[in-house]
């Protein structure tokens, strides 16, 4: 059974920065591509970045230069470093592995940026 557990969340002020956690068990993380996507509410679920078992990045325009994604493959877990972050960045984060073609989602982490 995949289990996907997000952790790192919480308020920051506008400028400040958090490092989101992902911890991955039951799946070949090593060859799992995992990705970043972010929900605000009314809003459709977007990806905020992602990266290849190679190590190939990918980010949306909005946080480039902002956010930097990585993965420990020995710890099993990916993680998102925000920096200068702004408030329309306030929402819930959530971590997913993709591996042969199938998705999998872990519960998300509230992210609130906000003086």
């Known amino acids: 059974q995949v289990q996907l557990v997000e952790s790192g969340g919480g308020l920051v002020q506008p400028g400040g920065s958090l490092r989101l956690s992902c911890a991955a068990s039951?799946?070949?993380?090593?060859?799992?591509?995992m990705g970043w996507y972010r929900q605000a509410p009314g809003k459709q679920r977007e990806l905020v970045a992602s990266i290849s078992s190679g190590g190939s990045t990918n980010y949306a325009d909005s946080v480039k230069g902002r956010f930097t994604i990585s993965r420990d493959n020995s710890r099993n877990t990916a993680y998102l470093q925000m920096n200068s972050l702004k408030p329309e960045d306030t929402a819930v984060y959530y971590c997913n592995a993709l591996l042969l073609g199938v998705g999998h989602w872990g519960q998300g982490t509230q992210v609130t940026v906000s003086s």
């Open positions: 039951g799946i070949f993380f090593s060859i799992s591509v």
